[in-house]
């Protein structure tokens, strides 16, 4: 299905599901067709825990997809950005969407790890700035992640690298981030867990060169996203 097709028919979906939003243009622009592929994804896959890094209408989207009668899954919102996480609370709070949902401001740090680009790529260590050989990258996890969260369905749209502090090159252009929690939690993570990618190609490849276990790959290249799906 190309593209104008299916942001069609999810800018009709998302209007006739999602007008009680409340959203303050100025700072949201809803992409319907990102935010469906997000909704249809979670209602499939029904995951107990959704970690999402960057926060906002999609989190509203992520809400309304666990609501179902009796259901205990929990949304956790990562959020490197106070300001946006405030307009993601009064977002949600003024449109009137509940939902078991926890929004935390937190800083990345950086890692140090050795990775490669593909498969059959020798290894090649990224520093903790960048790497000139490679390009201008910085590994990112988070703690409080690694210690406290599990999560079967996982969204990434953040973090906005020019809301991490320090993380520029030595010609100060901001770095490419990407985000490693999952590497470090793959070999807890239950099977069918997914991974949705929101643009940010070489993160997703940065994941899918150094997975460890068995997933699966499909690439919506008419919305520019990636799903990874854990198989064994």
């Given at each position: 299905?190309?593209?104008?097709?299916f942001m069609y028919y999810s800018d009709?979906?998302?209007?006739?599901?999602f007008s009680f939003l409340k959203i303050e243009r100025k700072?949201?622009?809803?992409?319907?067709?990102d935010l469906r592929r997000i909704w249809i994804n979670i209602k499939k896959s029904k995951p107990d825990l959704?970690?999402?890094?960057?926060?906002g209408i999609s989190s509203a989207v992520i809400l309304d997809a666990l609501s179902t009668p009796n259901s205990k899954s929990k949304l956790i919102s990562i959020e490197s950005n106070k300001k946006w996480a405030n307009n993601t609370k009064k977002m949600l709070t003024n449109s009137g969407v509940n939902g078991n949902f926890d929004l935390k401001v937190?800083?990345?740090v950086t890692e140090k790890i050795v990775l490669s680009l593909s498969k059959d790529a020798a290894e090649f260590w990224y520093p903790s700035k960048i790497n000139p050989s490679r390009g201008n990258i910085v590994c990112l996890k988070y703690p409080y992640i690694l210690k406290n969260i599990l999560p079967d369905f996982i969204y990434i749209d953040g973090p906005d690298p020019?809301?991490?502090k320090d993380f520029k090159s030595s010609q100060d252009d901001s770095l490419i981030p990407c985000v490693i929690d999952i590497l470090y939690l793959e070999e807890k993570l239950k099977i069918g867990t997914l991974v949705l990618i929101d643009g940010r190609d070489f993160n997703a490849n940065i994941l899918w060169s150094n997975?460890?276990?068995?997933?699966?790959?499909?690439?919506?290249?008419?919305?520019g996203m990636t799903l990874f799906k854990l198989i064994q």
């Amino acid at each position: 299905m190309s593209r104008l097709v299916f942001m069609y028919y999810s800018d009709i979906w998302f209007r006739k599901k999602f007008s009680f939003l409340k959203i303050e243009r100025k700072n949201f622009k809803p992409q319907s067709d990102d935010l469906r592929r997000i909704w249809i994804n979670i209602k499939k896959s029904k995951p107990d825990l959704c970690l999402e890094y960057g926060s906002g209408i999609s989190s509203a989207v992520i809400l309304d997809a666990l609501s179902t009668p009796n259901s205990k899954s929990k949304l956790i919102s990562i959020e490197s950005n106070k300001k946006w996480a405030n307009n993601t609370k009064k977002m949600l709070t003024n449109s009137g969407v509940n939902g078991n949902f926890d929004l935390k401001v937190l800083n990345p740090v950086t890692e140090k790890i050795v990775l490669s680009l593909s498969k059959d790529a020798a290894e090649f260590w990224y520093p903790s700035k960048i790497n000139p050989s490679r390009g201008n990258i910085v590994c990112l996890k988070y703690p409080y992640i690694l210690k406290n969260i599990l999560p079967d369905f996982i969204y990434i749209d953040g973090p906005d690298p020019n809301d991490i502090k320090d993380f520029k090159s030595s010609q100060d252009d901001s770095l490419i981030p990407c985000v490693i929690d999952i590497l470090y939690l793959e070999e807890k993570l239950k099977i069918g867990t997914l991974v949705l990618i929101d643009g940010r190609d070489f993160n997703a490849n940065i994941l899918w060169s150094n997975f460890k276990r068995n997933w699966k790959k499909e690439i919506f290249n008419n919305q520019g996203m990636t799903l990874f799906k854990l198989i064994q």
